[in-house]
Each structure stands twice: as C-alpha cells, then as structure tokens.
C-alpha cells in the first residue's frame, strides 16, 4: 500500500520526468539543425539533462530508501481533503478551457456572457439573479472594451 | 541645466499639460489593472489621439500613463493573484498570500510606497546621469550584456528558497522553452511544429498569466472562499498606512533596488521583466528572514515594487539621449517623437533639454497622482479581497482570457496561457520555482543574442574584459552564499530533529 508521502514523491518524479523527456526530445531534435543553430540549445540542453537525471535518481533513492517526501508525512484526512480539492481545481480547469473553446467559436463577448451564467449557476450554486447579472456585467464590459477602447476581440467562427 | 530643469517644471505644471497629465495618469490606472495591457498598448491605443497635442501635452499625457501602469499593474498581482503586467509577476509571490491572509492593505501600502519611492529615484537619475549617460551605455558591449544575463541567471538559484537544485532545474528549463521560434541567427525553425503562431516563441504576457494567475485561480476555486478567506482583516486603512511604514523601514533595500531597476532599464534590450526578479534575489539575498519570501515577506513586495518603477526612468535615457528604446515601452514611445518632428540624441540634450527635464518631472508628478488616486479608492480596492470566490474567478477569467489574447491579438496565445496553467498548477503543488522558470525563458533569446556577437565580434578573448570578470565574481559569489545557506539549514534542522 503506498503510503501518502509515497504519493508525494512520485508526483514530483512524474513532473521530472517530464521535464527529462521535454529536454531528451530537445537536445535529439536540435543534432539535425544547422551548427550555429544547434549551439545553444545544445549548451542548456546537456547541462539541463544532467541536472534534471541527477534530481530524479536522487528523488528515486529517496524513495526506495524510506519513502520520506519533503516535509511531514500528511495524514489521511489531509490526503483527503487534498483530493476534493484536487477534484474542484480539476472541474475549474475544465471550466475555464470551456470558457476559451467557447471564446473561439462564439467570440469573447458572447462565450463570456453564456459561460459566466452557467458557471455560477451549475458549479457555484450561485442564484439566478447573481448569475445573470454578473453574465450581463461582464459581456457588457467586452462590448465597452471591443467598441469604445478599440481593443480587437476575437469574434468567434460564428457569424451573430 | 537647472535653468532647463526649472523651466520643465513651470512647462509640466502649466494647466493644458498638467491637464492631460492627470487624464494619461487616469487612463493608465484602468488599463493597468488590466493584464496583458500594460505600458506598450496602452500607449499604442492613445498615440493617435496625441496627434492634435503640443509635444509636452503628448508626453504629459503618454508619460502620465506609462508611469501608473506599473504601478497599477502591482495591484492586481496582490490582490487577485494575476499579474496586471508582465513586470509586476514577483509581486504575486509575496503580495497575494499576504492579501489571503488578511493583509492586503498592508501590501498594497507598500506596494505603492515603494513604487513612488522607486519612480522618483527613476526620475532623479535620469536628470542628473544626462551629461555621463553617453560613455556609461557606449562602455557596455555585448560580452557585458550576455553577463549581465548571467548574473540574472543565477539569481535562478536564488530564488529557488531553498532547493538550488529544483531551481536550476526550473530556470534551464525556462531557457529551453525560451529557445521555441526562429533562430535569431539562421532563420531556422525551432521546435515549432510547423504552428505559425510559435515562430515569435511563447509570448510573456501568456506564460506570465497562466504561470502566476492560473494557479492562483484554480486554488480559489478549490478553496470555494473569498481571496481572504476567514482571516480577520486589519482594517484597510491601517493596513494601508502600516504598509507605507514598512517601506520606509525598509529604506536602504528601496534604494538599492531603485538602483537596479534603473540600471536595468538603463541597459537597452534588456527588458522591464528581468529588474523586477533581479531585485527580487537580491531582497531575498539579503534579508534577515529569507524564509518568509514566497509566504508573503514585505521584503519581497518593497524590492521589486521600487525596481519595477524605478526602470521607467532608466529606460528613458537611452530612449532620449541615443533613439535605443530601453524597453517595448519606449520602443513605442519614439513614435511620439516621431509624430512631434523630435529626433532623439543630441537635440534633446541641447536645443530641446528643457523638454526632456519636463520628462523628469512628469514622471515625478504622474507616480505621485498615481499614488493619490490608488490611496484614494484603496479601501474600496482593498475590499475585492472579501467578494465570494466564484464572483471573483468569473472576472478573473475574462480578464486573463482578454489579456493572453491581447498581447499579440493570437488566440494561440491562449492556448499557450493554458498549457503553461497547468504547468504552473503543478509546479506550485510540488513546490518548484515558477520564477525561476520564467526568468529562463525571458533571458534565453537576449543571452544568446548576446554570446553569438561576443564570440562573432572578439573571439573568446571576450571573457578577459574587466567588466566580465567582474559580473562573472557576483554570479558565482551569488550561488556559493544560496549553498552555503541551504547546507547550514538542513544541517540546522536535522539538528532540531534529534
């Protein structure tokens, strides 16, 4: 069974391991460019190589070792409460990249109206009146910026 | 001189131009609240209506609101989490847990202490440095340069508050990424993945709002509570007032990063991002409570916060004295010169000085409106902290979207705001240095730059040069005093431990 602080480090290896994976890409796309393109990336990409192996084969031993994350082992009413919040933070993000798809197709003004109404109604339990006010608000606030400030907005694929 | 430093005063302050001073400094404050609106667009939205403007009513104004975007721009960075400019980032590091623990007036007091203070050293080295400034910016070539780089590099390990390693690993990181367009040299297609949009790099307004702004979000919506959540909050007046205090306090650091910003802003091409983290690692060098920095150390409000403000006076030297624009801001500020028939140079330090002093004094002014109007709705800015989370997020959310996309009008932007969100959120969960990473991606294009015309220019005999070997002492005295400090703490604590 792993044990919470288990979780931690593996979290941290994976996000290391991304990062040695981003560089190994890096440094074998860059041997095909010309020389004089090649120089730098190659001179941050070895030295970013090694740092980056020598911090997981640390954080690794670690973990075989005892397992011990940085800090105090959380409990498991804090390994739960990390969780939920987790969820919420995962369900915003989802919002938020709605909000953008939304932004592309229907442009700012509109995808800024519709989704803050729907957020605060089905997500944040916020009440109707909130909601729609606050919608209204912040559409009104794209036309003001699109219209009068002259600020160029993306108007979305869909001709209103 | 003090005939034509005088002479700018009487001109600043004559109705018209003081007039279209307070309208700049009005205009500038809405604007930079706004992220991804900072200085450059402000001014390039504004330029055209300067048209009809005498050239001191078209710099009282265009001044008037370049001098309250930075400032402005630190306000959001405190109170929601979201830098309102690019070079206001570092203040979210300490300004915005200080606003979630209820002391928000406070950081802003001393934000806007420090920025007042920092625009007016700004100010005060632009007047006096104009009879040195030619040799000093002739002296520095581009070996200098590329070390300067380097030492901002190695604040990277500074600023990683106690794990170098994590640190470094952020900060190449960042280079490597800053690597992503075209090759400056050979026009050679860098992991772009034939996307067009990428062939300028990861714009730094995006990669600012989502490494700093997005985490923020996602953690308030996690929260489910207003931005100060249950903290009993000082009254915002006396937060406000202590926040002033603290930054007098902390006087001698206000100068030194006034120093530093206003060198950095000085040295062209370098840019406004770099003086704030910069000033940043040394608060943090220097202090006497490292540990509180990223927790919400006034320290780590007060240096960046002068150094941020301090640059836009540096910036206008080489802008006026030689036409080389200190940063995009003043790159686009010599179009108003261009609209006036003004030829930056010898002009402005002769036949027009009075001109270029009355610039020292509408930065002068600009702050200190700036600062009025701020003080004058703080309680009301101040009370943002309290509003329901999800009212907040909702605002948030258009605010960021508009500002990724406005930079550079491309809606890859705000792909790129996301992707780098989500880095962001993980890099904050697992405690690695987001500072460290986009100071690596700010400096990668200006630090090769820089090397390819050192060696192309003077072959590695570049590395003798004084002024390298110098710098080249501080960054790594830099690095040894951040290991030796990290080694005495985990020997402290493994002390505490037994």
Known sequence: MLRASHIVTIR????????????????????????????????????????????????IVALRRTGAAEGNDPSAKEQDAWLVDA?????????????????????????????????????????????????SALLTLMIVLSELVGLRLHAGLVNW | ???????????????????????????????????????????????????????????????????????????????????????????????????????AGRAVG???ASSLLGAWFGAFVLAISIPFVRPIVLSFGSPEFFMITIVGLTFVAILGTGN???????????????????????????YTFGVLELWEGFGIVPVAIGLFAIPEMVELAARGTSIAGNATSVGALNGLWRGIRDTFTHWWLVIRCSAIGAFIGLLPGLGGAVAQWIAYGHALQTSKTPEEFGHGSIEGIVGPGSANNSKE?????????????????????????????????????????????????M?????????????????????????????????????VLVGAFSARNAFADVVVMLVFGALGTAMVALNWSRAALILGLILAPIAERYLFLSISRYGWGWLGRPMVIALAVVAIAAVVVQARREIEGRRHKAVENR
């Open chain 2, 363 to 399: 930065i002068v002014l600009g702050n200190l409106a700036a600062v009025a109007i701020a003080l004058l709705v703080a309680r009301q800015i101040v009370l943002v902290t309290k509003v329901r989370g999800p009212l907040v997020l909702v605002v948030m959310a258009v605010m």
């Open chain 2, 164 to 190: 170098m390693h994590k640190a470094l690993i952020a900060g190449w990181f960042g280079l490597l990424l800053g690597m992503v367009g075209l090759d400056p040299q050979t026009a050679t297609q860098r």
């Open chain 2, 110 to 112: 001393a934000s806007l």
């Open chain 2, 1 to 103: 001189m003090i005939e034509a430093f005088l002479q700018g005063l009487l001109d600043t302050v004559a109705l018209a131009n003081l007039t279209f001073l307070l309208l700049g400094v009005c205009v500038g404050f809405v604007i930079g609240i706004l992220p991804g609106l900072g200085g450059p667009v402000a001014i390039a939205l504004m330029l055209p209506f300067t048209f009809d403007m005498t050239a001191e009513a078209s710099f009282a104004f265009l001044l008037g609101m370049v001098s309250v975007t930075a400032t402005t721009g630190e306000l959001t960075s405190i109170l929601l989490g979201v830098p309102g400019e690019p070079t206001a980032a570092a203040l979210v590091l300490d300004g915005h847990p200080m606003a979630k623990r209820g002391e």
């Open chain 1, 87 to 135: 969820v919420k933070g995962l369900r915003f993000g989802a919002w938020l990249i709605a909000y953008a798809i939304g932004s592309w197709l229907l442009g700012f003004a509109a995808a800024a109206g519709i989704t803050t109404v729907l957020f605060l109604r089905l997500d944040a339990r916020e009440s109707w009146k909130a909601s729609v006010i606050m919608g």
């Open chain 1, 12 to 59: 941290d290896i994976v996000l290391g391991l991304f990062i040695f994976l981003c560089t190994s890409f890096a440094l074998a796309e860059a041997l095909d460019w010309p020389t004089r393109s090649r120089i730098f990336p190659l001179a941050v990409g070895v030295p970013l190589l090694f740092l980056v192996t020598s911090y997981l084969a640390r954080r």
């Open chain 2, 313 to 361: 006076g540096g910036s206008l030297i080489p802008t006026v004295a030689f036409g080389i624009p200190g940063s995009a801001t003043m790159a686009l500020l010599l179009g108003a010169f261009v609209l006036k028939g003004l030829t930056p140079g010898p002009e402005m330090l002769t036949d027009r000085l009075t001109l270029t002093m009355s610039f020292v004094w």
